[in-house]
């Protein structure tokens, strides 16, 4: 069966499979399924699982990456973005990249308390700490949960740097504690939008926030004074790049002091996701933009080269690049956020914070 034949769509999901976890012996494979007696895969409710990890904050060595340190409070993210590079550190937990992904989410209630025993450590010195540097910390289930509400009552504790990343307007619940950790320069806020067409965010980003939205994000965080920049990610050549100079307008428009880009890039299960994903959902250009996306990455959907493989290469990336500069040039304003404020940081004073939720 070819991917264009196979019509079955799983609404409100972004992958529409359960791929190999490469970690595992076994897989599921659906060659009888006169044998099955139910359907092997099904659209099912999302459930949660505790983990409770000795360390929650990560050190990444990509000598790529803006942040070296970073805390995600959820691992999965029901957003089910059908590119997030993310899915596949999923399989480390073994579940699938596909559907489990977005279905079968960890959460990290101790995180607070291990972030403040991490602030807590002998000659710490304070350094960027990324809130989402994986998955999304205000995803749906945080309006239950409160965990990265309950971080930020820590970084303003100690008076310690902190950066954010989202697309999800349920950061604002948490606006008081921004307006604070502003006021002292210790909080930087990135908005991932990259796509105002609602038709193709609804298919590429089934459980986000609209693209209009998070427009409005940025502007309520502005007229608050809380640093914003625009985090365009990813740019999918064929399917939103033409998107470019209207989303930096938009965003420009609402406030937003900076603008950064990525393009699209398939490693591992993510690869097989989304080639069954677009041949389902845009079957008529699904060659045409697959093909582009090998372009700007050697002829391969894969890339892990340092310093390439977020900004690809060759004809079709340069003019993303091109388009993105001209943009931002003729929309941006020279207008940068303040730094961040590394010398408030204050040890423990040894009383145990209690949590205003």
């Not at 989202?166 to 210790?186: E, G, T, V």
Request: hydrophobic share 35%; charged share 25%; net charge positive.
């Amino acid at each position: 069966m070819s991917h264009a034949d196979n019509k079955e769509v799983f609404k409100g999901r972004g992958s529409q499979i359960n791929t190999h976890n490469k970690f595992l012996n076994n897989r599921y494979v659906t060659e009888h399924i006169e044998g099955l007696d139910e359907p092997l895969l099904n659209n099912s409710s999302t459930q949660f699982f505790e983990e409770h990890p000795k360390k929650i904050v990560s050190i990444s060595n990509s000598p790529d990456l803006p942040f070296m340190h970073s805390i995600n409070p959820y691992q999965g993210c029901e957003h089910g973005c059908i590119y997030c590079y993310a899915r596949n550190a999923h399989e480390y937990y073994g579940f699938s990249a596909g559907l489990d992904f977005e279905r079968k989410i960890i959460v990290k209630k101790d995180a607070p308390l291990l972030l403040e025993n991490y602030f807590n450590k002998k000659n710490y010195i304070p350094s960027p700490i990324m809130l989402s540097g994986n998955t999304d910390c205000y995803q749906p289930i945080e309006r239950k949960l409160k965990i990265t509400r309950q971080l930020l009552q820590i970084f303003l504790k100690y008076k310690h740097p902190v950066s954010i990343i989202s697309k999800n307007n349920l950061m604002l619940r948490d606006l008081d504690l921004l307006k604070k950790l502003s006021s002292l320069n210790l909080v930087h806020i990135a908005i991932t939008l990259n796509s105002l067409n609602e038709d193709l965010r609804l298919k590429m980003e089934p459980r986000t926030v609209t693209g209009l939205g998070r427009i409005k994000l940025i502007k309520i965080l502005r007229s608050e004074n809380i640093p914003v920049k625009l985090m365009l990610a990813p740019i999918i050549p064929g399917l939103n790049s033409d998107e470019i100079p209207a989303i930096i307008k938009a965003a420009a428009e609402a406030g937003a002091q900076g603008a950064s880009f990525t393009l699209v890039r398939l490693n591992g299960s993510i690869a097989e996701i989304f080639t069954d994903w677009i041949y389902k959902t845009f079957p008529d250009r699904a060659d045409k933009v697959l093909n582009m996306i090998a372009d700007c990455h050697g002829g391969k959907l894969n890339d892990s080269r340092w310093g390439k493989r977020m900004r690809g290469e060759g004809k079709i990336a340069e003019s993303i690049h091109q388009l993105f500069n001209m943009s931002i040039k003729k929309y941006m304003s020279d207008c940068y956020a303040s730094p961040l404020d590394f010398s408030l940081f204050s040890p423990s004073n040894g009383k145990q914070l209690e949590f205003d939720i």
